[in-house]
């Protein structure tokens, strides 16, 4: 399961502001408020006072899961799993989210500067542009990327090899855009 919401900083202040007033995107959005505003809240938390002490967090690891915060400005965006999924594959989904947002809409103050602050439209875009990129997100997110490791057993080895040189035959024929290998039918 993948956890993604927006925060607004600027909203959420003092002790009597509302924070569910910054809290501007959620996903999945069958959260209940009292969950969202407990995760974001408690996250938020953790994030202004490492960046006040020390230096900013990349990755806060919770008892319930992981989460990688990117800021735009007043805005983070926090991009988080469960503690089973290892941290490069959650930090490539914030990195690859972020960059998609920075490639398609600029940044996210460009954006609500495009609906002259009006949050309600604001949030409506948020919601359309995330729901739309969400499922490239989860699914198909940097297929044709490196993967730093891979484990495999000693007695794969020879598999690896094969397939190295297969990898390697197909990347020098013209024409071959894509490719998948299969193990033990997997």
């Known amino acids: 399961m993948m956890i993604v919401f927006v925060y607004d900083t600027s909203r959420c202040r ?21 969950q969202r505003l ?20 990349n990755l806060i690891s919770l008892q319930g899961g992981k989460f990688v915060l990117k800021k735009f400005n007043q805005y983070i965006l926090a991009v988080g799993t469960d503690r089973n999924i290892q941290d490069w594959i959650l ?9 998609i947002l920075r490639f398609f809409h600029c940044d996210l103050d460009t954006i609500s500067q495009s609906f002259n602050n009006d949050r ?10 995330l729901e739309t990129y969400l499922p490239i ?30 990898l390697q035959y197909c990347q020098e024929t013209p024409g071959i855009l894509g490719g998948a290998m299969f193990f033990n039918n997997k």
């Open 14 to 34: 003092k002790e009597d502001d509302d924070p569910a007033e910054a809290v501007l995107y959620f996903h999945p959005a069958w959260v209940s408020p009292t």
């Open 120 to 129: 309600n439209k604001f949030t409506e875009k948020l919601y359309q542009m």
């Open 137 to 166: 997100l989860q699914y198909s997110a940097n297929l044709f990327s490196s993967m730093p490791i891979i484990k495999l057993p000693k007695t794969a080895s020879n598999v690896f090899l094969e397939s190295l040189q297969l």
């Open 91 to 99: 930090e490539r989904r914030g990195d690859f989210l972020e960059s």
């Open 38 to 57: 407990a995760l974001a809240g408690q996250l938020m938390g953790i994030h202004q006072f490492l960046s006040t002490s020390f230096s900013p967090p």
